[in-house]
């Protein structure tokens, strides 16, 4: 098997590495040149500027998962409906050079009358499945849209999209709570923990969220620890609606990131394991093999 270059290329950056047969990391490279960010719009140049030197070798192959396959992208690759796993997506790989550089499709799902997209995402599971050892479960990739996902012999069956990040960032630079905020604060444990405990209230998010500011006006809360009673209550309320009688989570992201859904899951008494980056490079060599 030659090597594969695998590319995740997002909207504010992208990162590639090359892979031996063994699916081991040879080298990484990583670039803010995400969809958003790519001059005259031209992908073509900036992926020769990055990855030529690797795609030299004969027979070499590059996979690229995320939002270069979106409508903004490089070349739009049409959504896979769910359910689907690996070999729907290995079948519906969008080939921009046939044989040789190729997109990966994302997945759609319906719920009700709306539907549900994730790109990039779709390999991270893959991913993690590999790395677990598993076939079923229920996966969560958070971020400024964080995902939920649940997976039944390798397939993925259904997941939810929450703009949990997003909001976050909205309310906490945009909004009145952030007069009494440091958005970018290190993690307070004990207050993240209070807002998650805090969201399971069953008074709603849009009265707990103004609970921030309640709490600072009264010298309860320092700026702070106003940032991760926020994140507490925002993550809090995603669990409460995507996790309700969940035993085992697998989360893959940012190590950051997991590291709180992780905190708010156990405190739950939920079972949780952790991935990063490694699960995009697995899930592209399973894509491969």
Request: include cysteine.
């Amino acid at each position: 098997m030659p090597h594969l270059i695998a590319v995740d290329w997002g909207t504010s950056s992208l990162r590639g590495a090359r892979l031996d047969a063994a699916g081991s990391v040879l080298e990484e490279k990583s670039a803010p040149l995400g969809i958003l960010n790519v001059p005259n719009g031209d992908f073509a140049h900036v992926f020769d500027s990055l990855f030529a030197d690797w795609m030299k070798p004969a027979g070499s192959v590059c996979l690229i998962s995320g939002m270069a396959g979106s409508r903004q992208g490089w070349v739009e690759a049409p959504y896979v409906a769910c359910p689907a796993g690996l070999d729907e997506l290995k079948k519906k790989l969008h080939w921009i050079e046939p044989g040789r550089i190729a997109l990966v499709p994302g997945l759609s799902v319906e719920q009700g009358d709306v539907p549900d997209v994730m790109r990039g995402e779709e390999v991270q599971i893959v991913g993690g499945l590999r790395l677990a050892g598993i076939s079923d479960g229920l996966f969560v990739l958070p971020g400024t849209h964080s995902k939920w996902a649940t997976v039944r012999e390798g397939r993925i069956v259904g997941f939810r999209t929450c703009m949990t990040g997003e909001f976050y960032g909205l309310l906490s630079q945009h909004s009145i709570l952030a007069r009494t905020l440091a958005a970018d604060a290190t993690l307070d444990e004990a207050m993240f923990l209070r807002g998650v405990t805090r969201a399971g209230n069953g008074e709603g998010l849009l009265h707990n969220a103004f609970g921030v500011r309640a709490l600072a006006l009264f010298d309860r809360l320092s700026p702070s620890q106003s940032a991760s009673y926020l994140s507490g209550l925002l993550i809090g309320e995603e669990l409460r609606h995507e996790a309700p009688g969940a035993r085992d989570v697998i989360a893959i992201g940012a190590p950051a990131l997991t590291a709180r859904y992780a905190l708010a899951l156990k405190s739950m008494d939920v079972a949780v394991r952790c991935f990063g980056g490694e699960a995009t490079w697995a899930g592209m060599r399973a894509l491969q093999g």
